[in-house]
């Protein structure tokens, strides 16, 4: 799948979509789109997670905090996030 053919819509809304799919925190990069955490089955799942998720790119990557963040919803696409690992590993030892 050619992530650049993937629609992102920007908004100053942070209201949740309720249309059925598979959300991702997403980064973009100029033409450079990424799938970083998800499949989430809610939109309001994985705004949740938008903080989280910069948080551990910029510890991957420092160039990350210049990268936009956000959200999108796949109808198909459904393979988990290259971060998703990490994600677990960061909020598993955050809540403890």
Do not use: W
């Not at 598979?22 to 949740?48: F, K, T």
């Not at 459904?78 to 403890?96: F, Q, R």
Request: glycine share 6%; aromatic share 8%.
């Amino acid at each position: 799948m050619n992530m650049t053919d993937v629609p992102h819509t920007y908004t100053d809304s942070h209201e949740s979509d309720t249309r059925a799919g598979h959300y991702y925190v997403s980064c973009l990069d100029g033409p450079r789109v990424a799938l970083l955490y998800g499949p989430c089955d809610r939109h309001a799942e994985a705004l949740a997670m938008v903080a989280t998720v910069r948080q551990v790119a910029e510890q991957v990557d420092p160039f990350a905090c210049f990268y936009g963040f956000g959200t999108c919803r796949l109808e198909s696409h459904n393979k988990p996030g290259v971060l998703n690992d990490m994600i677990v590993k960061e909020t598993k030892s955050c809540a403890e």
